[in-house]
């Protein structure tokens, strides 16, 4: 699976749309782009997903670059429970050995 | 539905003993999989069972071992206990069929001493 990049972490003012990216410059054509966060110690939680287009659902949407080489997550009205870390993962369909990095820890301010 | 669940919550073992973790993935979901995640290495991916078998290992010792029963559900083991294991240990189901995205469980919580 190819590698990510992402910054270690981000601030982002409640109430405000939260923009987290992530670069993944040697994506393969089948690789999927895969979101989620993890809040202290708990499971992480699925975000979204996608492939070439941009995608939306009730958490979040998912920008991704026509050349596939970085992809931006937006909470567009983040709240405090919002804090977490992000992990942004490239994986093929079929193959569950998910590769997580460090991911972003994105904390919302009041 | 219900989420995948895992038991114990939080356990503690001495070095050298042995400890078997249960996940009980959602319902219809086929593929298991096994993660630990340690603030040194984050997270690592131990193994994937699907329909009873397993589908792909991570680069874990043989001390590390599972196994998935015909309901789907799904156990792991690990033997002589060292310090390093101490971690929480995540499980997340898949259905596969129609999407391969991982729901993850609460994580057990192992602390070895």
């Known amino acids: 699976d190819a590698k990510t990049t992402q910054p270690t972490s981000m601030d982002c003012a409640e109430g405000r749309a939260a923009n987290l990216p992530c670069n993944h410059s040697?994506?393969?054509?089948?690789?999927?782009v895969y979101w989620y966060r993890q809040i202290h110690s708990q499971g992480p939680q699925y975000i979204i997903h996608?492939?070439?287009n941009n995608e939306t659902n009730e958490m979040a949407s998912l920008i991704i670059t026509e050349d596939r080489k970085s992809s931006t997550l937006i909470l567009p009205h983040a709240t405090l429970r919002d804090t977490a870390v992000y992990y942004c993962?490239?994986?093929?369909?079929?193959?569950?050995?998910?590769?997580f990095g460090a991911g972003t820890r994105l904390t919302v301010k009041p | 539905k219900a989420g995948v669940t895992q038991t114990p919550r939080y356990l503690i073992k001495t070095r050298g003993q042995q400890v078997t973790l249960s996940c009980s993935p959602i319902?219809?979901?086929?593929?298991v999989s096994w993660y630990q995640q340690t603030p040194g290495q984050g997270l690592q991916f131990l193994f994937e069972?699907?329909?009873?078998?397993?589908?792909n290992k991570g680069n874990f010792p043989g001390r590390f071992s599972g196994r998935q029963f015909s309901n789907s559900r799904s156990e792991m083991n690990v033997s002589t206990l060292e310090l390093g294991d101490s971690a929480l240990y995540l499980c997340?189901?898949?259905?596969?069929?129609?999407?391969?995205?991982?729901?993850f469980g609460p994580g057990t919580r192992l602390t070895v001493l």
């Open positions: 069972y699907f329909s009873e078998t397993q589908r």
């Open positions: 993962i490239v994986r093929v369909e079929r193959n569950n050995d998910m590769r």
């Open positions: 319902s219809g979901h086929r593929s």
């Open positions: 996608g492939l070439k």
């Open positions: 040697t994506i393969s054509g089948n690789e999927y």
């Open positions: 997340a189901s898949s259905f596969v069929v129609v999407t391969d995205t991982q729901y």
